[in-house]
């Protein structure tokens, strides 16, 4: 006879849903997503010693602070921050920007009915896809995450750590570089749209069911 082996069921699995319902669900598993990508990759918070002047800070940062928007701090969270706090806050502002360029980019790759795993059974919506995800798909997922993570706190103990820096840039090259700093920057922005881009696609897909590219339909 034949033997096979069946993977254990996602627990946002079931047979048949209500529209609404489902709707719901969708939303439910998309949080989840998006909240435990944004932990697994979000930095340790240390506490501060010393609290310079944040307009020392501005005036040394080249990487950034860019046109048309300036330093951008609406809510005035930086007010009264250390050099400390603010270079964790770089950290997780270049962090989570990379992880919405990635679900961004992942996004689309599934909606174009790209599965290479699952014996492409999974659906193209992308939060559908991710209900289906049975159990070992998602602990893959946050062990991965949870790798990540570990490798970034090791290399942050590293002497003269830049935010950011996992390959040891800094090392080579620093602000003076106008190239250098314009990659930053590029790099800076790009997550900045990205992370906007994650919100409106989530909602797109909750709210209006579109989980493809919509721009020309």
């Known amino acids: 006879g034949q033997v096979g082996v069946t993977l254990p069921k996602s ?19 998309g949080l989840i997503t998006l909240l435990a990508s944004a932990s697994a990759f979000a930095p340790t918070a240390k506490q501060s010693r010393v609290t310079p ?19 951008f701090d609406p809510l005035g969270l930086s007010v009264g921050k250390s050099d400390e706090v603010m270079k964790y806050y770089r950290e997780a502002e270049l962090k989570n920007g990379r992880v919405a ?39 893959q997922f946050f062990l991965g995450c949870g790798a990540l993570e570990w490798l970034g706190v090791q290399i942050q103990k590293r002497p003269g750590y830049v935010p950011g820096d996992w390959l040891g840039a800094s090392f080579w090259v620093d602000d003076s570089d106008d190239g250098w700093v314009d990659y930053q920057n590029r790099e ?9 881009a994650i919100v409106g ?5 909750v709210a209006l069911g579109n989980y493809g590219d919509q721009i020309f339909r």
């Open 101 to 139: 360029m990635a679900a961004c980019l992942g996004w689309y790759v599934t909606a174009a009915g790209v599965h290479p795993a699952f014996n492409s059974q999974l659906s193209s919506d992308p939060l559908e896809a991710a209900r289906q995800l049975p159990f070992v798909g998602w602990l």
């Open 11 to 29: 627990p946002f699995t079931s047979e048949r849903q209500h529209p609404e319902k489902q709707r719901k669900m969708k939303f439910l598993v």
């Open 188 to 196: 800076i922005n790009n997550g900045r749209l990205a992370m906007v």
């Open 53 to 71: 002047s944040v307009q020392a800070w501005k005036d040394e940062t080249v990487v950034g602070i860019t046109a048309p928007m300036g330093f």
């Open 201 to 205: 696609i989530f909602y797109q897909d």
